[in-house]
């Protein structure tokens, strides 16, 4: 049975739809939440399946110059903790 991996990692707020578009377009790879606007703190609940996914499309983001930094994972299925 696949676990829950969070993926998290600071975005500017312009660039959450983006993220969220790009995660549904690979055929919900991930769900993309909003800890704190303020900050940009996202987090991406994958499955230990797609998380590498994930890691990869965030990366390809940051080589076209979408902002992303602070990337770390955890695998837990507490999703209602960041």
């Known amino acids: 049975m696949p ?18 578009s790009i995660m549904d377009s690979y055929e919900n790879i991930a769900i993309v939440r909003t800890v704190d606007a303020k900050t940009g703190s996202v987090v991406l609940y994958a499955t230990d ?9 965030l990366d390809e983001l940051k080589q076209d110059g979408v902002y992303i930094e ?3 994972t955890q695998e837990s299925e507490n999703v209602d903790e960041w």
């Not at 969070?6 to 500017?12: A, D, G, H, L």
């Open 3 to 20: 676990h829950t991996v969070k993926v998290k990692c600071n975005i500017m707020k312009k660039d959450v739809i983006l993220l969220n």
């Open 70 to 72: 602070n990337i770390s």
């Open 49 to 57: 399946n797609t998380y590498k996914t994930v890691l990869r499309v």
